[in-house]
């Protein structure tokens, strides 16, 4: 059984930084994409970043050059370290597998494992 917990979501001034993590557990797949999303209050849940089995990253425009997504193996972890924060960025935030073959895709429907979101708020 697969199951994701995420953790490190705070509340930070503009600007700043934080890294989420999200261990795995159960997780034996070769071939897969590593997802994480957010969703505000009112809002639709929108991808941020995804990490393909080949080493391969996306990630969504308005994160381009401030997110970086990542996974340690020999930890289980993926990561999100996100730099320069904007009020924007702030939203619960969920880290997702897709273990369908094929490029990683920015829909959440195409996730079949979900971690519970950990929560971000970014003051200005």
């Known amino acids: 059984q697969v199951q994701l917990v995420e953790s490190g979501g705070s509340s930070v001034q503009a600007g700043g930084s934080l890294t989420l993590s999200c261990a795995t557990t159960?997780?034996?797949?070769?071939?897969?994409?590593l997802g994480w999303f957010r969703q505000a209050p009112g809002k639709e849940r929108e991808g941020v970043a995804a990490?393909?089995?080949?080493?391969?990253?996306t990630y969504a425009n308005a994160v381009k050059g401030r997110f970086t997504i990542s996974q340690d193996n020999a930890k289980n972890t993926i990561y999100l370290q996100m730099n320069s924060l904007e009020p924007g960025d702030a939203a619960m935030y969920y880290c997702?597998?897709?273990?369908?073959?094929?490029?990683?895709?920015?829909?959440?429907?195409?996730?079949?494992?979900w971690g519970q979101g950990t929560k971000v708020t970014v003051s200005s």
């Open positions: 997702a597998i897709d273990t369908s073959a094929g490029p990683c895709s920015e829909y959440h429907g195409y996730y079949n494992y």
């Open positions: 159960g997780f034996t797949y070769s071939t897969y994409c």
């Open positions: 990490l393909d089995s080949e080493g391969k990253t």
